[in-house]
């Protein structure tokens, strides 16, 4: 019973992230966004791993995939779906960042010889991406075409696209490094430093003008905290405690609970749209990744 309490509660915090992204855009740009919400949780990682008597690897060798992965699967990622949600709903950023399951499928084609992509698969992708198109054309009203809404749309499925290629490389990094919790730290931490930079550099080349830190208040605030702390400090490492308990195969499910309660949390907090579009595309994302994790009752029995 515990073990499935803690995969629902993961699923909350995971699928509350993208509400919390979108009222703390509100009163924030994206860098220094995700730099808050980084240095959080890169605090929380360190502090644990410090206490099991460990720490990151300081030669170059052992750093430079935690490097990758922590621009790959974290900087460029968060920064793209936290750009996107300034135009974008966050029950409809929380479908499309479903995709990244189907995109790491792609690419794990690619990189994996166990991974094959077979007819069945393939039939879950088409499914799944025809899924984004239904949700795409939410954009066109009487004609009309909301650019600002297809570009963040389209931010967030690029952002999917890379949670694909870091879910991949980071499958190899982990089993090189055999811990969890010092990929996830290494990752983490270059992903403040690096987004700190950008924070700092981005207006000199036409970005956003920092916010000052001191004028984040109120539900944005709260919001940052809530998104670093818990939503990725915490979810990091209760996933990794999930996945011990109950099995990669079955913790991966929660890939299905994020979307609903993403969509439920808009609609109650934000009071945003849920139309049939929305809901097919959803049904058609969940439909093609159930469809590509299908497993037959023959090879099981095998």
């Known amino acids: 019973m515990k073990k499935w309490a803690a995969f629902w509660f993961l699923g909350l915090i995971w699928g509350s992230s993208f509400l919390f992204i979108r009222i703390g855009n509100d009163q924030t740009s994206p860098f220094p966004l995700v730099f808050i919400r980084t240095t959080l949780a890169a ?30 699967n974290t900087v460029i990622p968060f920064g793209l779906i936290t750009w996107g949600e300034q135009s974008v709903d966050s029950g409809l950023a929380s479908v499309l960042n479903a995709t990244a399951a189907l995109f790491t499928l792609v690419f794990a084609h690619f990189s994996f010889a166990d991974e094959r992509i077979t007819r069945r698969k393939l039939i879950g992708l088409v499914t799944g991406f025809l899924g984004v198109v239904v949700l795409a054309s939410r954009s066109w009203d009487e004609g009309g075409t909301h650019n600002s809404s297809l570009l963040g749309m389209g931010a967030i499925v690029l952002a999917a696209s890379f949670y694909g290629i870091g879910g991949t ?8 490094l055999g ?8 990752a983490m931490t270059t992903a403040a430093v690096i987004s700190g930079m950008l924070m700092l550099f981005a207006p000199a080349f036409g970005g ?10 109120g539900d944005a605030l709260i919001s940052l905290l809530l998104l670093g702390a818990i939503n990725t400090f915490v979810a990091y490492l209760l996933y990794y405690w999930v996945v ?37 595309g959803a049904l058609m994302i969940l439909a093609g990744i159930a469809i590509v994790n299908l497993r037959l009752r023959r090879t099981s029995a095998r």
């Not at 605090?43 to 170059?60: E, K, M, S």
């Not at 956003?208 to 984040?216: C, H, K, N, R, S």
């Open 43 to 72: 605090i929380g990682l360190n502090t644990v791993l410090a206490l099991r008597g460990r720490h990151l690897p300081l030669h170059w060798r052992g750093f430079y995939p935690l490097l990758l992965l922590g621009i790959f």
């Open 169 to 176: 490389y980071g499958r190899g990094v982990l089993k090189r």
């Open 179 to 186: 811990d969890p919790l010092m990929v996830s730290t290494g």
């Open 208 to 217: 956003e003008a920092l916010t000052p830190f001191d004028q984040i208040h």
């Open 244 to 280: 011990q308990e109950l099995g990669a195969a079955r913790s991966s499910m929660v890939t299905y609970v994020t979307p609903p309660i993403g969509i439920t949390l808009g609609a109650l907090v934000l009071n945003e749209q849920i139309d049939s579009r929305l809901v097919l």
